[in-house]
């Protein structure tokens, strides 16, 4: 019985890393958030890679074990830093035009594992969506919880999703969802409405320096206050 049910896990993910338009390609990984792998290697050098214009890495130079990926999607090349990210992990930043990047960014990031191999840890990945590409980070979450597991959002109020749809996530696999969005009261109700949810969730004030203090949670250890707002 063992042995059968192992072989459906395998049929499933196999099936899960084909679907079309997916970013999931690997088998997910249940690793802390921006924690190395345990595997020890040589201190990780920089190497060249080729990426469109419109990408940039930050690789975490001297590691000696796997490091996870985040994706970073953001309005201006200036927007893709995050210090608690870095020397941590490979920081993947999108700051291009195209509002719908998702083939882009695949591509990128199959670069990236080619060009790092055993350095690039397996899914799931960190995701952030900076400016208007808030909503598009909310979208990827609500399509691939189980490979964006980790997200933050920096969003209008006006664009908030229903709680409904962060309970799907929770329930689909998702781990923690920080929000940066101005208070009103689509804002607090949705902040009341989720407190139960079973993934851990969070609502910042706006500001770079709110983006930031939601990061260093969003990866930060379990236990964290995910209930009371920035002011």
Request: hydrophobic letters at 45%; a neutral charge; charged letters at 25%.
């Amino acid at each position: 019985m063992t042995r059968y049910f192992s072989s459906v896990r395998v049929v499933f993910v196999a099936a899960l890393a084909l679907l079309p338009g997916c970013l999931c390609q690997g088998e997910r990984e249940d690793s802390g958030s921006l924690e190395l792998g345990k595997t020890h290697l040589e201190p990780l050098e920089a190497r060249e890679l080729t990426l469109a214009a419109d990408f940039a890495l930050d690789a975490p130079v001297g590691v000696t074990g796997a490091a996870p990926v985040v994706i970073v999607l953001a309005a201006e090349r200036a927007s893709c830093g995050l210090p608690k990210a870095q020397k941590r992990s490979f920081v993947l930043c999108y700051f291009g035009a195209d509002d719908e990047p998702e083939k882009e960014v695949r591509a990128a990031l199959t670069v990236v594992k080619k060009t790092y191999a055993a350095y690039v840890a397996k899914p799931p990945v960190t995701l952030v969506g900076r400016g208007r590409f808030g909503r598009v980070a909310l979208e990827w979450a609500r399509n691939e919880p189980t490979f964006f597991t980790d997200v933050l959002a920096e969003i209008p109020s006006s664009d908030l999703l229903p709680s409904s749809e962060f309970r799907a996530f929770a329930d689909r696999g998702g781990h923690r969802f920080a929000l940066v969005a101005e208070r009103g009261a689509e804002a607090d109700r949705l902040l009341a409405s989720t407190r139960s949810a079973p993934a851990a969730f969070r609502l910042f004030a706006p500001g770079a320096r709110s983006v930031n203090e939601a990061f260093a949670w969003l990866v930060g250890p379990p236990g964290l206050d995910v209930t009371v707002p920035v002011p």
